[in-house]
């Protein structure tokens, strides 16, 4: 977004980049739900869950993102933009912890898509900062 400022939290970050999506998906002609919908191969509910950024704390699942992706008509803009979710998601950029970075990051090194080259993950350290005492469960 051309002129605007760079959010400070990792959730504002997240959200600012559905809402991204969602704009890409507008200028592409992708207008109304069933367009988007059908745009990214998913159901209405999702899509609207999605680029209303009203999903759940975590962000675009590793499953919704491998579908989209495996969409071989999926249009190349909306295409980038979700890679570059992917991308900035697996840098920890939007706050997840690092076994939740781990998680996505092996669920997608499955994908046989296409797509798979194009997710030249950013090396991030993500092992464990600090350990449980041994008191605690």
């Known amino acids: 977004m051309p002129g605007s400022r760079e959010p400070s939290d990792a959730k504002e970050r997240q959200v600012c980049k559905l809402r991204e ?9 992708f207008v109304s739900l069933d367009e988007q919908a059908n745009a990214l191969g ?3 509910s999702t899509t609207w869950t999605i680029l209303k950024a009203n999903h759940k704390n975590y962000g675009l699942s590793a499953v ?32 997840h912890n690092g076994t939740q970075l ?9 994908m046989t898509s296409a797509d798979a080259h194009a997710l030249e993950f950013v090396k991030v350290d993500v092992s464990p900062r600090t350990r449980r005492s041994a008191g605690r469960h």
């Open 21 to 29: 999506l969602a704009d890409t998906l507008v200028t592409a002609g």
């Open 42 to 44: 998913l159901s209405r």
């Open 64 to 95: 919704l993102i491998k579908r989209m992706l495996a969409k071989p008509d999926l249009n190349a803009r909306v295409r980038a933009k979700l890679i570059e979710y992917v991308r900035e998601r697996a840098a920890g950029r939007y706050g």
């Open 102 to 110: 781990r998680r996505f990051i092996q669920l997608l090194a499955g």
